[in-house]
């Protein structure tokens, strides 16, 4: 494109913030993080136990009644590893995953932690189906936040 | 679900340029060089269009929110009832699907579909992106765009084994047909290892299995039967329409005993499925002509052809490979150049219908597929949570 000297631009930067409420639901979720628990929904009439955790099962459209703890094992059903660099984020490569764990049926994202190398290198040690473990970080770390874990390989 | 009191048609097209950065123009310029080809290309002015319908995604890319608002006056958009539409990526599809509503409810006998982006206004696009995941469980984990496209992808080659040069050969033939295009952000003579030694963003997906961020405007003129023949004027007849909707959670959609997969496109082929029995269409390959699928990412168009009927999923890849979505084979995919060459995200899936529609109406120039009686055009959004398709037709059906 051609620079042309008589258009400007107005450079604008925002900053703002947010207190994000986790309801009752949510809240209850991640103080059990702080106890090293991992919990999902289960819905009293599919059966299904539900990560991130729903106050309503919304395939059946009925309350959810009971907290279900799930893991640490699962199954790794989708990953990526990241090779660029994009602001604010850790220095490449890391990998990003989706893990169903043992007792839940939906899948939670998390990233996962394991011996680094090239992107190919990496990509060839993980596959779609693996075996992964949930670890949490100790106990005087935890912040009540999704972060307080992450996925290893098991 | 009802049927449509009156047919409708799209009998007029307006597209800006695709490019990075436009300078030259205001967002509400933009939008207005849009609405001002496509009711020209209609033969109509202003004061024809009964209804507005705006296609505006997430407005932090160009940073004024509701941009939508901005635009009003500029797409002759006063007086009129006026909608915005936004269902992410998708929204384009949407749009046009609300403003064919306008027209086939027998409300409207004219809407006026329009809308524009200026994804580079900002450098943090991806940082966006990343905003529209929930906050408590998934954005701290570096989800945007390209890493969730790359999740998808890797169910796909594990379900499928899709291979990264399958992949290669969607992005050299869309570069290719681009050159054909003169409104086409990226175009150029790729080849098959420049894409497989381009270095990986998330793997398995690489610079060139990426879409650019795009700035420009696109828009459509959609009128009842009345107002076609009236006019006696040439129409893209639209003859079915569907649009399917799931949970923004992707972990909700892979493994275990869950009903849709991510790497499916199951939105995609549902919408599909109602489109097609609107337009009486039973077997896609023979009867659609071209297809203009919302293909942000190469492994997308795998995705969206097996979707679409036109292949299974386990060979979309080797067709791919074959040619048979290529100009001059079984069913050209994106003619245009598709998503992969201009991604402008508010009007991406408005710029597939407008492709489509110029296939039906025999204004597509350089990139013409002889004899087109039928095309579709899809979008897809979100968390690849929301599916579009449209079908167009030369004949009302
Ligand atoms: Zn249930």
Redesign the pocket.
């Known amino acids: 494109m051609v620079q042309r000297d008589d258009l400007l631009v107005l450079g604008v930067d925002w900053h703002v913030h947010y207190d994000h409420s986790a309801g009752e639901i949510v809240s209850a979720f991640l103080k059990g993080l702080g106890n090293g628990v991992i919990q999902g929904r289960h ?6 136990v ?1 990560l991130p955790p729903r106050a309503y ?6 309350a ?1 009644d009971q907290w279900v703890s799930v893991g640490p094992g699962g199954v790794l059903e989708a990953f990526t590893i990241v090779g660029q660099k994009f602001d604010n984020l850790p220095e490449p490569p890391y990998v990003i995953a989706f893990a169903r764990l043992d007792g839940s049926d939906s899948s939670l994202a998390n990233f996962l932690t394991m011996t680094l190398g090239s992107v190919e290198e990496m990509a060839e040690r993980l596959a779609v189906g693996q075996r992964i473990r949930a670890e949490f970080k100790p106990e005087s770390q935890r912040q009540l936040r999704i972060t307080d874990f992450h996925y290893v390989l098991a | 679900m009802g049927a449509p009191t009156q047919k409708a048609a799209i009998i007029g097209v307006g597209e800006t340029d695709y490019q990075t950065r436009i300078p030259e123009q205001t967002y509400a310029e933009l939008a207005q060089e849009a609405a001002r080809k496509a009711i020209e290309d209609a033969h109509l002015s202003p004061g024809d269009i009964e209804a507005v319908v705006y296609s505006m995604a997430p407005t932090e890319f160009m940073g004024v929110t509701d941009a939508d608002k901005w635009a009003i006056d500029a797409v002759f958009g006063r007086s009129k009832p006026f909608m915005r539409v936004h269902t992410g990526g998708a929204t384009g599809g949407s749009a046009a699907q609300a403003g064919y509503m306008h027209v086939a409810s027998g409300l409207y006998e004219t809407c006026l579909v329009v809308g524009a982006d200026k994804v580079s206004e900002t450098p943090d696009a991806q940082f966006i992106l990343n905003l529209i995941w929930d906050p408590f469980f998934e954005r701290d984990f570096a989800l945007n765009t390209i890493t969730m496209a790359a999740l998808q992808t890797v169910r796909h080659m594990a379900k499928y084994g899709t291979t990264e040069k399958d992949m290669a050969h969607v992005v050299v033939s869309s570069w290719k047909n681009a050159q054909r295009n003169p409104r086409a952000h990226l175009k150029g003579v790729l080849t098959i290892d420049a894409v497989l030694e381009s270095p990986y963003f998330a793997w398995p997906l690489k610079r060139y299995d990426c879409c650019p961020r795009s700035s420009g405007a696109a828009a459509v003129v959609i009128a009842s039967e009345r107002v076609v023949r009236q006019k006696a004027t040439r129409a893209a007849w639209i003859s079915g329409v569907g649009g399917v909707a799931n949970t923004v959670y992707m972990g909700d959609r892979m493994g275990g005993a869950r009903d849709t997969d991510l790497c499916d496109w199951t939105e995609l082929e549902l919408a599909a499925r109602e489109a097609y029995r609107q337009a009486k269409i039973t077997d896609p390959v023979k009867e659609l002509d071209v297809a203009e699928i919302y293909a942000p990412f190469s492994s997308n168009q795998l995705m969206g052809v097996a979707a679409l009927g036109l292949s299974s999923h386990h060979q979309a890849g080797a067709l791919t490979q074959e040619g048979f979505f290529d100009l001059g084979g079984e069913v050209p995919v994106n003619p245009s150049g598709g998503t992969l060459c201009a991604n402008p995200i508010a009007v991406t899936a408005l710029v597939r219908v407008c492709d489509a529609a110029l296939q039906v109406l025999g204004k597509a120039g350089g990139y013409q597929v002889p004899n087109v009686h039928a095309a579709v055009a899809t979008g897809v959004g979100g968390s690849f949570q929301f599916q579009t398709c449209m079908v167009l037709t030369d004949e009302p059906r």
């Open positions: 819905c009293p009439l599919c059966g299904a539900w099962c919304e395939r059946c459209f009925v959810t």
